[in-house]
């Protein structure tokens, strides 16, 4: 719904002016199955660019039967109608109305967030105002209508458009060709209306004996709003939901939010209970068949993108085919332009419709938390985004976290057991394959010493292997013999000297069956052409195709590894480290015991996620006992394996649990590298529900980790109470003073960055060219 606030990228301009002569390949008879606003708009659209055009557009419902009530566009999307089709342009303007507030009320707590810029008309309406422009161009429109079989239309067309929605029979038919994915989600919801219009984008939480049900709202004319009203699948069914009709279901509805709606009723129309389908499809074109809007992609509604994404599809798609010579590059271009656009609409939807889903997880959270949660749920709006449409509303969210005037929430203090961070970034351990014999040399000296003085809080070393046999790669870094422990402590004494008040912490780890693998620049996870040593694991499994094979470990194997770890502790605590962290995530030897993917045993160590878990617990309970009671300890885990059958969510929230009842201060939460065949779900800050969940349900401090790339990212996480830490690897590779600049650059000076003392010359942002210089003055004042 929120299709206005922090979209990105740009709507395509279908312009009018040159274009390739028609060919063959040029479609001039052209015929569109769907009659929703992306068909319309297209066929309005090629119509006007090309008046030569035979344009016929099927729809099976009567002209006034629509799904839905309000449709919400962006001043992005609204810019591209108006260049392309001012007419459209200027009667969709007569009919929007306009409003900048988002109000979240939460447990009879109202929050109101400004300067979000919504425009929103009737669905009605804007098929009536595409219709008329059809007509006017000369488009044959035919309602109550089911269109041709569309492989019959191929042969007697020479484009086919299929608009034909979310159960496209198009996409179905080709069903071979597109390869369609279709996600069932987990909630169920209803569209209404109201008839008086919401002075504001309304959210409000209903905590019922049933479950939590929420209702999303926003005007579309003066007197009229879309109300939505959602809940998950189990509380539907708890409210009896399923047995009722929808009369009843649009009366309970309305006396449930009776607050929100101040006592009036709701109407359905055509609407009826129906859960939410996220479709992608791996092509969009077939011959000279084309996918649009919903058929080809669904984005979830509370961003707000499905008609958004239709009319710039179809702008672009009448684009690409007036600049293109033939149809088949004109696809082609079609697909290549808008294919990352939608994708990462997808991203965000899915984010907001998951955060919707475990909507639970976060009632927990203070009301003005709560709603900047809300506010950030898809990415796309930040903390700093937040902090430009609305002050007064961050500022205020700032102040319950804890911020000090002036100060970012990444720059604010944490304490894990006796060692106080001094701000939330974390330097994530990277492995980078540069040590001989396991020890640490200059190249670790000058890596690790560098990001200490760039002014994060804490700083960890890559993963340090207990044994010779535990190496991921001979340039392994270890912790089994006394030279290790000497060369590391040459590095902590640096970084305590030169960096003070900047902890450094270590990971130990073991490699498993994933060992013995050549550095990831010269093959990832490729054996060694020669030299390898023999590998152990919970099971016998190859980490893929021509890996090694490893040994199941033995009950006394299990001791020595056990006693491997117990003694490298030792020795990181007399090399001076301020905080450990055991290594059980990434498909590692102990991340070996947690996934049923990877661990296949009949005894005491395999079976349920118990048992799964009785070997990396009694690894932690052996090192916590000999690791100084007063220095902290965190457990990194992959709380998902991304493939069928793995560790899920659930057990990543029992592992959590049951690390923190044996003492982890903090859960390190990433994901996956367990299994070779997995599918992850890459994205902005993809991982961060993960910790987010940990956090609310196994009531520990969590580190976030995974695509974090800016500070905007770091304070808005923070801030929504999504973690407690943020933990960066690459944003360090490219920069080993990221957080010293994110200081300068968010114009901070205070405890929770310093600045070495020979580079505090350089604790300002330097000037980029000439454009930053002082303008003179060139005219005069009346």
């Known amino acids: 719904m929120a299709a206005s606030s922090g979209a990105r990228g740009t709507a395509r301009q279908a312009t009018a002016g040159p274009r390739p002569p028609h060919d063959d390949n040029h479609p001039l008879r052209v015929a569109i199955i769907g ?53 459209v342009h200027t009667a969709l303007q007569q009919h929007f109305v306009r409003w900048d507030d988002i109000d979240i009320v939460h447990r009879n707590t109202r929050h109101t967030s400004g300067g979000h810029g919504f425009a929103a008309l009737g669905r009605h309406r804007l098929l009536a105002i595409l219709h008329d422009r059809c007509r006017a ?35 179905e038919t080709f069903r071979h060709v597109f390869r369609p994915r279709v996600t069932t989600h987990r909630c169920r919801y209803i569209w209404l209306a109201a008839d008086f219009a919401f002075d504001a984008f309304r959210f409000e939480i209903a905590e019922t004996e049933h479950g939590v049900m929420q209702l999303h709202g926003y005007p579309f004319s003066a007197d009229a709003s879309t109300v939505i009203v959602e809940m998950r699948e189990e509380v539907w069914r708890a409210a009896g939901f399923d047995e009722t009709g929808t009369t009843e279901s649009v009366g309970r509805c309305a006396k449930i939010f009776a607050d929100a709606l101040g006592g009036r009723p709701l109407k359905s129309g055509n609407s009826a209970w129906t859960t939410f389908r996220t479709v992608v499809n791996e092509r969009w074109s077939h011959g000279n068949i084309v996918l649009l809007g919903d058929a080809a992609h669904t984005a979830h509604f509370s961003i707000g993108s499905g008609t958004k994404l239709a009319v710039e599809d179809a702008l672009a798609l009448a684009a690409c085919l007036r600049e293109q010579p033939t149809l088949d590059t004109a696809l082609a271009a079609y697909e290549t332009e808008r294919r990352p656009v939608v994708a990462s609409t997808q991203r965000a939807a899915r984010a907001s419709l998951e955060w919707f889903e475990n909507l639970p997880l976060h009632l927990g959270r203070p009301p003005r938390q709560f709603a900047f949660d809300l506010l950030t749920r898809s990415r796309r709006v930040t903390h700093d985004n937040l902090r430009l449409r609305d002050p007064r509303f961050t500022e205020a969210v ?76 001979p340039g392994c870094a270890g912790l089994y013999t006394g030279r290790q422990t000497e060369a590391w402590r040459r590095i902590t004494d640096f970084a305590h000297a030169q960096a003070p008040g900047t902890a450094i912490g270590v990971q130990l780890g073991h490699s498993g069956r994933k060992g013995s693998t050549k550095p990831m620049w010269e093959g990832m996870d490729e054996p060694l052409d020669d030299g390898n040593w023999p590998l152990v694991a919970a099971s016998p499994l190859p980490y ?89 300890m965190t457990v990194r885990i992959s709380a998902t394996d991304w493939a069928e059958g793995g560790t899920t969510a659930e057990d990543a929230v029992a592992f959590a649990r049951a690390f923190a009842a044996h003492g982890a201060d903090a859960i390190d939460v990433s994901t996956g590298q367990v299994v070779a065949d997995e599918k992850p779900e890459f994205g902005r800050s993809y991982q961060s529900p993960f910790a987010d969940r940990v956090r609310g349900e ?29 933990a960066l690897a690459r944003p360090h590779l490219y920069d080993p003073h990221w957080t010293l600049h994110a200081a300068a650059e968010q114009g901070y000076e205070g405890p929770g960055v310093v600045w070495p003392a020979p580079y505090r010359a350089g604790s300002r942002r330097p000037p980029t060219g000439r454009g930053d210089a002082p303008k003179p003055r060139l005219t005069l004042s009346d």
């Open 137 to 171: 161009l000369g488009v044959e429109l035919r309602f109550r209508t089911e269109a041709p079989d569309p492989a019959r239309l191929a042969e007697t067309y020479d484009l086919v458009v299929a608009a034909d929605g979310v159960h496209s029979t198009t996409r």
């Open 544 to 632: 893929r195709p021509g890996s090694q094979v490893p040994r199941e470990l033995s009950r006394a194997q299990l001791t020595d590894i056990r006693e491997q770890f117990t003694a490298a502790a030792a020795r990181a605590a007399r090399a001076g480290f301020d905080l450990l962290e055991l290594h059980c995530a990434h498909g590692y030897l102990l991340s070996g015991f947690l996934s049923p993917l990877t661990n296949h045993r009949t005894d005491a160590y395999g079976g349920s996620w118990e048992k799964r878990l009785r070997f990396p617990l009694e690894v932690f309970d052996a090192v916590r006992a000999v690791w100084p009671a007063e220095r902290p």
């Open 35 to 87: 009659g929703g606003p992306g068909g319309l708009y297209t066929a309005a659209l090629l119509k006007r660019l090309d008046p030569a055009r035979d344009i016929t557009l099927w729809e099976r419902n009567a002209p006034d039967e629509t799904f839905g009530f309000g449709v919400v566009l962006s001043d992005e999307t609204l810019g591209g109608i108006e260049h392309a089709d001012p007419q």
């Open 398 to 473: 700032e102040r319950g976290f804890g911020c000090p005037p002036g100060t970012p929430p990444m720059f604010t203090p944490f304490r894990l057991r006796g060692l106080t961070l001094r701000n939330r970034v974390v330097v994530s351990p990277m492995d980078m394959y540069s040590a001989v014999d396991g020890v640490p040399g200059d190249f670790h000296l000058v890596h690790l010493g560098s990001r200490a003085l760039g002014g994060a809080g804490l700083l960890m070393t890559e993963m340090v292997c207990v044994s010779p046999e535990g190496r991921i790669t």
């Open 698 to 726: 196994a009531g520990i401090p969590v580190i976030a980790v995974g695509a974090i790339s800016s500070w905007d990212d770091v304070n808005s996480l923070l801030l929504a109470g999504r973690t407690d830490l943020c």
